[in-house]
Every structure is written in C-alpha cells, then in structure tokens.
C-alpha cells in the first residue's frame, strides 16, 4: 500500500500534532501536474529532529515552485494588504502572474482564506505563514522585506490603472 507504513509514520511524525502542517503536506503531495509519490519523498528527504517544522514544510513547498521569488513576493504582497481582496481583484492586481497565483491560492489554501463564492477577500488566516515571511532567519533566502514588497504593489497598482486609462 502507498504511503508504506514507515513513510506514514515519518509523516505523522513531521505534522507533530498540528493540522496546519498535515493539511498543507496533504495539499502539497496532492497538487495536479505532479506525481504524489514524488512529492511524498521530497518532504520525508529533509530530516528532521523535530515534528512539525512548518518552517521547513515551506521552504520545501516555495522550493518546488517555477519561480520561488515570484511565488514569495506575492504571498508577502496578499499578507502586506491593509485591506483583503477579492479573488478577481488580485487577479487584476497580479495579471502578469495569474498563474503563479492560482498555484499560490491552492498550495496555501490551509492557511489563506479563499471564499469559494469568490464574494469575500483573499486572506491569510494562520499566522505562521506571516511570520515564516517576515522572518529572515526562518525563511532565509525566500525573505521578501516590506519595502519591497510595498514597491512590488505599487508597481501593481500602476499597472492596473495604465491598463484602466487605456
């Protein structure tokens, strides 16, 4: 049977008791275009000597990504927001990374709010994603500091409204 015994106790081991981590491994293992097995022996390859190191389950889930500075410039953008936006909103606000954002929202889903109806703002609601971000000595090189992510936005929103006058 698949995961083996063994790799289901390592795993169960690494989420230490926390669902927050259970749930994001189980999204992570899970995501389209990748093969479960895979991603199941990327997470269990990283030792470590305490369970649930969501730090590391980051840093692992960034990793895989197509471009980790884009993926982490837009997560520290959504939590910089003073005010949550609606999906459609950020998807005008980050319309050359649609993509990135749609993998964003599904990777993450476990700690940001997506109202399925669409109606209500995208939003971080775990704070360990936030401080996993914010953080440089626990995100080491996929730290995005708040000046520039507050640039990155700005950039954004001056994108939106020169295609808005257009």
Not at 35 to 58: F, M, N
Not at 93 to 119: C, H, I, K, M, R
């Amino acid at each position: 049977p698949w995961p083996s015994d063994d790799e289901f106790e390592m795993l169960v081991f690494k989420a230490g008791g926390l669902f927050v981590y259970a749930a994001m491994a189980i999204n992570f293992i899970s995501a389209t275009r990748h093969h479960p097995k895979q991603r199941l022996a990327l997470l269990l390859r990283e030792k470590s000597t305490v369970g649930a190191d969501i730090d590391q389950l980051y840093r692992q889930i960034i990793a895989t990504s197509k471009n980790p500075f884009v993926h982490c410039r837009m997560l520290a953008s959504i939590i910089q927001l003073t005010r949550p936006l609606r999906l459609v909103e950020l998807q005008n606000l980050f319309y050359d990374d649609q993509e990135t954002l749609a993998v964003t929202l599904e990777v993450f889903s476990p700690v940001l709010l997506n109202p399925p109806d669409g109606n209500g703002g995208v939003e971080i609601y775990h704070a360990s994603l936030r401080d996993f971000l914010s953080d440089p000595l626990r995100s080491k090189h996929y730290h995005v500091d708040a000046t520039h992510t507050n640039e990155y936005l700005a950039i954004c929103c001056l994108h939106v409204l020169l295609l808005a006058i257009q």
